[in-house]
């Protein structure tokens, strides 16, 4: 994460309005447009975060071309849309190997309505869909009864993430690719098949220095966790 060039934020909507404040300081970015300019912005935040990821740093250590699919904020399920959407368009079919970091079950992909299609969910930041109250008050407060249902369900969340488990199975044995996971001990899914890189990554993440909200900073959380997936791979 690069926020140590954001000032100090109390909650999610201020760290975002952060790094739009940086953006519209730092990069060469322009539109007369704020909604655009604010995805310009994004796009070029998150592509600077990746190159300080582990999986950037995985891949100047092996020399191998590593493909980061990872989205700020999103769910389990948002990342298999990721996949599936990255063999079907851009998997070149030589051997590969798959790392799935898990995130916390709290994040949820829903539906937000016909024409928008889903938006992701983020715990704590559960009102920040983009979508303005006065035009979708009805739409947002469907989301927010549907996640509340889901969220106080363990049998339906076990259910769940077994069955993007096994969709994440089935994707990658079709065509011969290692998957390894990345997961909190609190994870509820059947992964007894699978091979865990590391099992509890929220006590792991707790012996580095983190932001206001978890995330590790400083460059020796991403050598050591690339270091691990070299272990792994072997």
């Not at 952060?18 to 300081?25: A, E, L, M, T, V």
């Not at 604010?38 to 590593?66: C, F, H």
């Not at 969709?167 to 994870?187: A, G, M, T, V």
Request: proline share 3%; net charge positive.
């Amino acid at each position: 994460m690069n926020d140590h060039l954001l000032p100090p934020a109390d909650n999610l909507q201020m760290r975002q309005a952060n790094i739009f404040d940086w953006g519209r300081k730092n990069l060469e970015v322009k539109s007369r447009n704020l909604a655009t300019l604010k995805d310009l912005i994004d796009q070029q935040w998150t592509k600077q975060e990746k190159a300080n990821s582990w999986p950037s740093i995985l891949e100047q250590k092996t020399g191998i071309r590593v493909v980061n699919l990872a989205i700020i904020g999103a769910s389990f399920g948002r990342s298999l849309l990721s996949y599936s959407d990255f063999l079907r368009k851009d998997w070149n079919k030589q051997r590969t190997a798959v790392i799935h970091q898990v995130p916390a079950s709290g994040r949820m992909c829903l539906r937000f309505d016909s024409t928008n299609g889903k938006v992701d969910i983020v715990p704590g930041n559960a009102d920040n869909f983009g979508y303005a109250s006065n035009f979708f008050k009805k739409e947002i407060q469907k989301v927010h009864e549907r996640y509340k249902e889901i969220i106080t369900n363990d049998l339906y969340i076990r259910k769940y993430n077994s069955k993007l488990v096994n969709r994440f199975k089935k994707l990658s044995s079709e065509r011969k690719i290692d998957q390894f996971y990345i997961i909190d001990n609190d994870f509820d899914a059947d992964l007894s098949l699978e091979k865990i890189i590391i099992q509890d990554f929220e006590t792991f993440r707790k012996k580095y220095d983190c932001g206001k909200f978890n995330h590790p900073i400083g460059t020796q959380f991403n050598n050591d966790l690339s270091d691990l997936v070299i272990q792994a791979l072997s």
